[in-house]
T-cell receptor, first 116, second 115 residues
Framework: ETGVTQTPRHLVMGMTNKKSLKCEQHLGHNAMYWYKQSAKKPLELMFVYSLEERVENNSVPSRFSPECPNSSHLFLHLHTLQPEDSALYLC???????????????FGPGTRLTVL | AQKVTQAQTEISVVEKEDVTLDCVYETRDTTYYLFWYKQPPSGELVFLIRRNSFDEQNEISGRYSWNFQKSTSSFNFTITASQVVDSAVYFCALSEANNFNKFYFGSGTKLNVKP
């Protein structure tokens, strides 16, 4: 595997289900990101992990719960979602840290989530 | 206020035409980075270019070229002799050195290239 991979690619869930999205990066990066892309809206940054520590959480509802067990893996745990949470969820990674200039974010193919 | 503005929501051209996608940004930082990404229908954002604020040289890569002008806070992207495979949504993004983790994305321009 190369680059950033995401599973599953498509997910349909009911409002009472619990599911998880998985992201894995094979680039040796140390920062990972979750974005939400809804129809006709700009990309919304949800969570940022740098060196496995959460450094940014953009006021995301608690029904979304991220987990970063190591620098290569990132999860997004979902529970009791709403239909308006239906969107494309994109994962990205980069090499970033204090004293390191901004590096390019590389994206995975996304998980298309539909909440019924 | 939007940090990155892509005023063109959708553009349609016929194959072989040249097309320019506009991007205007806003920042008070002297050190920042600008990016362009392509999002084909498959969904993945594909990195195209990164530019830092100290390098105003225009860049050309094959049929793609970028015009960075600090005086007008613009970073425009031109595709020469467009092809059907160029059809996608293109995003411009800004990252400021004082908050390196955060990318500000524009709302994207959907490019339709018709045969």
């Amino acid at each position: 595997e190369t680059g950033v991979t995401q599973t599953p690619r498509h997910l349909v869930m009911g409002m009472t289900n619990k599911k998880s999205l998985k992201c894995e990066q094979h680039l040796g990066h140390n920062a990972m990101y979750w974005y939400k892309q809804s129809a006709k809206k700009p990309l919304e940054l949800m969570f940022v992990y740098s060196l496995e520590e959460r450094v940014e959480n953009n006021s995301v509802p608690s029904r979304f719960s991220p987990e970063c067990p190591n620098s290569s893996h990132l999860f997004l745990h979902l529970h009791t979602l709403q239909p308006e949470d239906s969107a494309l969820y994109l994962c990205a990674s980069s090499q970033a840290g204090r004293g390191v200039v901004t590096d390019t974010q590389y994206f995975g193919p996304g998980t298309r989530l539909t909440v019924l | 206020a939007q940090k990155v503005t892509q005023a063109q929501t959708e553009i349609s051209v016929v194959e072989k035409e040249d097309v320019t996608l506009d991007c205007v940004y806003e920042t008070r930082d002297t050190t920042y980075y600008l990016f362009w990404y392509k999002q084909p229908p498959s969904g993945e954002l594909v990195f195209l270019i990164r530019r830092n604020s100290f390098d105003e040289q225009n860049e050309i890569s094959g049929r793609y070229s970028w015009n960075f002008q600090k005086s007008t806070s613009s970073f425009n992207f031109t595709i020469t002799a467009s092809q059907v495979v160029d059809s996608a949504v293109y995003f411009c993004a800004l990252s400021e050195a004082n908050n390196f983790n955060k990318f500000y994305f524009g709302s994207g321009t959907k490019l339709n290239v018709k045969p």
